[in-house]
Nanobody, 118 residues
Framework: QVQLVESGGGLVQAGGSLRLSCTAS????????MGWYRQAPGKQRDLVAR???????NYADSVKGRFTISRDNAKNTVYLQMDSLKPEDTAVYYC????????????WGQGTQVTVSS
């Protein structure tokens, strides 16, 4: 089984920063994409950021210029640096990894709460 361990969430004031980490129990070279979704109360779960096997990145329009996704292959870890946080960023953030094979799949982390006060 692939295990994903998330950390880095917390409570910050608007304008503050957090860095989320997601560490996999296997080499991240196994995965075609890694990133985070988030879900706020009463809202759907939406993609926040994604990085592909070849290093391409995608961001939700709402976080472009404020969030940066990166990875450390040696540590099997992907990071989400979140700067200039806004109250609307408040959500549970779920790390995921995905692969495209004959039997594609997705594995999710346990989620970490990010709360931004105004």
């Amino acid at each position: 089984q692939v295990q994903l361990v998330e950390s880095g969430g917390g409570l910050v004031q608007a304008g503050g920063s957090l860095r989320l980490s997601c560490t996999a129990s296997v080499s991240i070279f196994n995965f075609d994409a890694m990133g985070w979704y988030r879900q706020a109360p009463g809202k759907q779960r939406d993609l926040v950021a994604r990085i592909t096997r070849v290093g391409n990145t995608n961001y939700a329009d709402s976080v472009k210029g404020r969030f940066t996704i990166s990875r450390d292959n040696a540590k099997n870890t992907v990071y989400l640096q979140m700067d200039s946080l806004k109250p609307e960023d408040t959500a549970v953030y779920y790390c995921y990894v995905a692969w495209r094979t004959a039997v594609p799949g997705t594995i999710w982390g346990q989620g970490t709460q990010v709360t931004v006060s105004s």
